[in-house]
């Protein structure tokens, strides 16, 4: 098994613009989140899902949208990027709600 | 609110000293507890966790981690470091109403630099 891939690894990106970071596991797990990781404030969840479509918002999620259209794949939209956004983006899954989570290696986004 | 807060931002010890990390929780419910590790420029790694029964769990390389339901803690323990342990430690919660969610609360992480 792959795990909880990501991409991209790295990635910058100018004030306005939009891009998608994908995530995909291949482990069968229903439940998948994002966080971003910021120094000194460990990660906070963006948004998750329980299943295929279904998403849900969490601690931070204004300027991000999510869609869970297969149980695999749960990709992260920034619609339009701001400075703020400039962080460690990690997708992780578990295969019941309250197991542990397997994380991905993350993408390092640069907003300019 | 919940939150999880781990009172120590960044550690540095010898070889062969002890470790502990603290960590303390804002919930008063049932909670699932974990320890997670990110070495440089790696992912976060399942150090441990901890759902019900002995409070005392043991995890991977070595370490450790006991939950005081009365502390609402659930501090990180190694008796005797390794420079390989250098990494920045992460306390996680998933509050039992979260269970449906599956929301992890993390607290800021804690910077642990070991010398040779």
């Known amino acids: 098994n792959a795990g909880v891939t990501q991409t991209p690894k790295f990635q910058v990106l100018k004030t306005g613009q939009s891009m998608t970071l994908q995530c995909a596991q291949d482990m069968n797990h229903e439940y998948m989140s994002w966080y971003r990781q910021d120094p000194g404030m460990g990660l906070r969840l963006i948004h998750y899902?329980?299943?295929?479509?279904?998403?849900d918002q969490g601690e931070v999620p204004n300027g991000y949208n999510v869609s869970r259209s297969t149980t695999e794949d749960f990709p992260l939209r920034l619609l339009s990027a701001a400075p703020s956004q400039t962080s460690v983006y990690f997708c992780?899954?578990?295969?019941?709600?309250?197991?542990?989570?397997?994380f991905g290696p993350g993408t390092r986004l640069t907003v300019l | 609110a919940q939150s999880v807060s781990q009172h120590n931002h960044h550690v540095i010890l010898s070889e062969a000293a002890s470790l502990e990390l603290g960590c303390n929780y804002s919930y008063g419910g049932t909670v699932n507890l974990f320890w997670y590790v990110q070495y440089p420029g790696q992912h976060l790694q399942l150090l441990l966790k901890y759902f019900s029964g002995d409070p005392l769990v043991k995890g991977i390389k070595g370490f450790e981690a006991e939950f005081i339901k009365s502390k609402f803690s659930f501090n990180l323990r190694k008796p005797s470091v390794q420079w390989s342990d250098t990494a920045e430690y992460f306390c996680a919660v998933n509050p039992a109403l979260s269970s449906n969610t599956g929301k992890l609360i993390f607290g800021q992480g804690t910077t642990l630099q070991v010398k040779p």
């Open positions: 899902s329980v299943g295929a479509g279904i998403t």
């Open positions: 992780a899954s578990s295969r019941h709600r309250s197991n542990e989570q397997f």
